[in-house]
């Protein structure tokens, strides 16, 4: 079984401010994990993704998340917030190489950037 | 190379008609996943399918709730009698392995139940 708890249904930054957002996981098998965005009423667009190798992934857009097994967590951050980052962010995990498997989503978190 | 497509974008369906949403993966994808994603909430699994075959459908409700991804056309989620609690919007994802990476997903079909 897995499952993901994002921390803060909204966070708020100002422009040009550290954007954090925080994604907890729990897995049986070792997790790949995924950030995705979506703009409003549209899809789900991959920001990043960890399967195997360095923890420290770099994705779109300025973004990164570091995969870090003994916290299991898998936190987003951008150094520098934009206006155009205002979105829901969903954090999902799946089984990694588990034939057929599936995505398990966070609740999302919705960031606004104030200007 | 198109992605993942579906359609209708937008449906409107009055309670107790049947809605049918499909989906066409991108080319080279035998993996179909559907998820729905309720007001306010994140994206929840409802079925997997590979080509003529249903993989898993634990996350489907047990009624009124049909899926299928034949040999030649494109995956069909198909709801009878819609009632105003399945209005939300569903997405469907493909991937080429089916082995936990390389989503794609399609722009969704928002169902709303008037």
């Known amino acids: 079984a897995q499952s993901v708890t994002q921390l803060g249904s909204h966070v708020s930054v100002s422009e040009g401010a550290l954007v954090l957002l925080r994604c907890n996981y729990s897995?049986?098998?070792?997790?790949?994990l995924f950030w995705y965005v979506q703009y409003p009423n549209q899809g789900l667009q991959l920001l990043l993704k960890y399967t195997t190798g360095a923890t420290l992934v770099k994705g779109i857009n300025g973004f990164e998340a570091e995969f870090k097994k003994s916290e299991t967590s898998f936190h987003l951050t951008k150094p520098s917030a934009h206006m155009s980052d205002a979105a829901e962010y969903f954090c999902?995990?799946?089984?990694?190489?588990?034939?057929?498997?599936?995505?398990?989503f966070g609740e999302g978190t919705q960031l606004t950037v104030n200007p | 190379n198109a992605g993942v497509m579906q359609n209708p974008r937008h449906l409107v369906r009055r309670r107790g008609q049947e809605a049918r949403l499909r989906c066409s993966p991108m080319k080279g994808h035998s993996h179909v996943y559907w998820y729905r994603q309720l007001p306010e909430e994140g994206l929840k699994f409802m079925v997997y399918l590979q080509k003529e075959n249903i993989i898993d459908e634990s996350g489907m409700p047990k009624e009124r709730f049909s899926a299928e991804f034949p040999k030649e056309g494109p995956s069909i989620l198909r709801i009878q009698q819609v009632v105003r609690g399945d209005s939300a919007a569903y997405f469907c994802?493909?991937?080429?392995?089916?082995?936990?990476?390389?989503?794609?997903f399609g722009s969704g079909t928002r169902l709303t139940v008037v």
């Open positions: 994802a493909s991937s080429m392995t089916g082995t936990g990476t390389g989503y794609t």
């Open positions: 999902a995990v799946s089984e990694g190489e588990t034939s057929g498997s599936r995505l398990t």
């Open positions: 897995s049986s098998v070792p997790p790949y």
